[in-house]
């Protein structure tokens, strides 16, 4: 399944964000929130979410564990050690990237090799290229965050007195809030006469249509092993030298 990548500091939200997107059924399959801007190590991790079930969390109820047909839940819990959430996960075939300096990192080019994903970068001046990633950018900001108390607007001129005032979430509780709406509300939501070319008049949502894809070219139960977590991170390598001592980097 072809994945796209992007992100970047909005209006919106004090935290640099990045999302991972299904192109086929636009489901958000990943996401990082971080106090700083996004490092190769963010991204490669991110590409790792992809890969790995989402563990459910306090507060949700069953209607949002997993529920895809063909592959019980308990079997899903069983190879993943905890109950997983109604969010789709699998291997990476295609990664479709923007031209940030982060993606063209050494790094995350050897974290790309490792999982086996084709670095497919948009082209100069493409926007169709990544626009379903952009388009669930501004999905998030029209259908949640406007919503939340603080909403800073996208304009200075349509701000309160003191919008921070109003609410402040810390980093856990935004990542909470988030994964919340997506798992909740987003995959969940009805694409309506934006449905499916090949059945433009059904009933389609994220969670569906990945459903269908599982029913039409089936589904690999691959899950990565806990080892990959230490792959992706970037090596540095120690030099020991017998004057001054040991160097690293």
Not at 115 to 126: F, Q, S
Not at 162 to 175: F, G, H, N, R, S
Not at 176 to 185: E, N, P, Q, R, Y
Not at 227 to 241: G, M, N, Q
Request: aromatic share 8%; glycine share 8%; net charge negative.
């Amino acid at each position: 399944t072809p994945a796209g990548l992007s992100g970047g500091q909005r209006s919106v939200s004090k935290y640099p964000h990045k999302l991972a997107l299904d192109v086929y059924t636009h489901s958000i399959v990943a996401f990082r929130l971080t106090l700083v801007s996004d490092t190769s190590v963010d991204v490669a991790m991110l590409l790792r979410d992809v890969m790995t079930p989402l563990p459910m969390r306090a507060g949700w109820g069953q209607d949002m564990a997993w529920p895809y047909p063909g592959i019980p839940k308990t079997l899903v819990a069983e190879l993943a050690g905890y109950e997983v959430a109604d969010l789709p996960f699998f291997p990476i075939e295609t990664v479709t990237t923007d031209h940030g300096p982060v993606y063209k990192n050494h790094h995350l080019i050897e974290a790309q090799r490792v999982i086996g994903a084709n670095i497919l970068p948009a082209r100069v001046l493409r926007p169709t290229d990544k626009q379903a990633v952009e388009r669930a950018f501004s999905g998030i900001q029209s259908l949640l965050l406007e919503m939340l108390l603080g909403w800073r607007g996208i304009d200075t001129a349509d701000r309160g007195e003191d919008p921070e005032a109003d609410a402040v979430l810390t980093v856990a509780q935004a990542e909470h809030l988030i994964a919340t709406w997506v798992v909740k509300i987003w995959q969940n939501r009805k694409f309506g006469e934006y449905g499916p070319c090949w059945d433009p008049g059904g009933d389609h949502s994220p969670n569906t249509l990945f459903a269908a894809a599982m029913a039409q070219g089936g589904f690999s139960l691959e899950i990565p092993r806990p080892e990959l977590y230490y792959e992706l991170l970037p090596a540095h390598h120690v030099k020991i030298h017998r004057a001054r001592g040991v160097k690293i980097l």
